[in-house]
């Protein structure tokens, strides 16, 4: 085990798969210098610029032209700077990526990784601040990938970049520098598979992303007031481990699913009717409302679902 960042672990990855096989290749805005955030620093003095390519500023003439590259046999780690830049291609990914497959028989496949950095962010106000997972959930032909934690960002950036089919990768920007253990050697995460963070016999919490160090917290406190919460890291949104999460909460009888993203269409939204259709059990969803999210600290605050907020769902759904 090393113990790594977790902006660390993706640069690993994907300068492992890049040596590990020549069509990886990446390309974005400001790869050169090191992305944005630093993620790909170093890269370009290693590969050379032909496979760490920047790009002109348009996101739609980016993930095009990657669409392409990919349905000819490479495979493009896109850079898309922040999620919500994403939406200026998004018929690309939509319309495009996640079809070709079906709509050529089979008889092409494009496996492309979009890395889409989410949520808030040290007052990155209302245009680079938003937890869209839920739209890509919602179209097939796209795997959707949300990792919390550094070993996972290395191990499935690793299985995104491997997988025949485009992977919408989504790397929340405020676990930049979190640090953990990560294995050594060719570690790959496989998609579809949850991670249970606490095992408990109360209540079943699921979450993903930067919101499960939230109900980690949160599990902290109701473990102080004689509550166990069995806490579940659901890593992929598509595919999801339906199976650990209905396992988990027929065991304890409620579920409650915590995620940052605006509550209204939010993902918690499947998971609770899907829960609740097959086993009738008390389900609850936890997510932002539907505003924009403010600059100032403490209007983004009002937006942000806290430990605190999570603790008293939890009471509350227990009768406490």
Not at 203 to 232: K, N, Y
Not at 285 to 309: F, H, N, Q, W
Request: proline share 6%; glycine share 10%.
């Amino acid at each position: 085990m090393s113990i790594i960042s977790y902006m660390e672990a993706a640069r690993q990855a994907l300068a492992e798969e890049m040596r590990r096989d020549k069509l990886v290749w990446a390309v974005g805005e400001d790869l050169g210098r090191g992305g944005v955030f630093g993620q790909y620093r170093g890269l370009v003095e290693e590969f050379g610029p032909e496979r760490i390519s920047d790009a002109p500023i348009s996101e739609a003439a980016i993930l095009g032209a990657s669409v392409g590259a990919a349905m000819m046999g490479t495979r493009p780690v896109v850079e898309m700077r922040f999620s919500d830049f994403a939406l200026c291609a998004v018929d690309e990914l939509v319309n495009q990526a996640a079809k070709a497959r079906f709509m050529f028989g089979g008889q092409t496949r494009v496996p492309l990784v979009v890395r889409e950095p989410i949520g808030m962010w040290r007052s990155s106000a209302a245009q680079h601040s938003q937890s869209l997972e839920s739209w890509y959930a919602h179209i097939p032909g796209l795997v959707v990938a949300c990792p919390s934690t550094p070993a996972d960002n290395k191990g499935m950036l690793k299985a995104a970049i491997r997988c025949d089919d485009p992977v919408v990768y989504m790397e929340h920007k405020n676990l930049w520098p979190l640090e953990g253990e990560v294995p050594e050697g060719d570690h790959v995460v496989p998609f579809g598979v949850a991670r249970t963070v606490r095992p408990g016999k109360d209540i079943t919490i699921v979450s993903w992303s930067a919101q499960v160090h939230v109900c980690a917290r949160a599990a902290d406190v109701l473990a102080g007031q004689g509550i166990e919460a069995e806490l579940i890291d659901l890593r992929t949104l598509w595919p999801w481990d339906q199976q650990a999460v209905l396992e988990s909460a027929a065991r304890t009888g409620r579920l409650l699913v915590a995620h940052e993203a605006v509550q209204v269409g939010g993902f918690g939204a499947e998971i609770a009717a899907f829960v609740a259709e097959r086993l009738g059990i008390k389900v609850r969803r936890l997510g932002a409302p539907r505003a924009p999210i403010g600059y100032a600290p403490p209007v983004e605050d009002a937006v942000r679902i806290s430990e605190t907020m999570t603790v008293a769902a939890v009471r509350d759904m227990l009768g406490k």
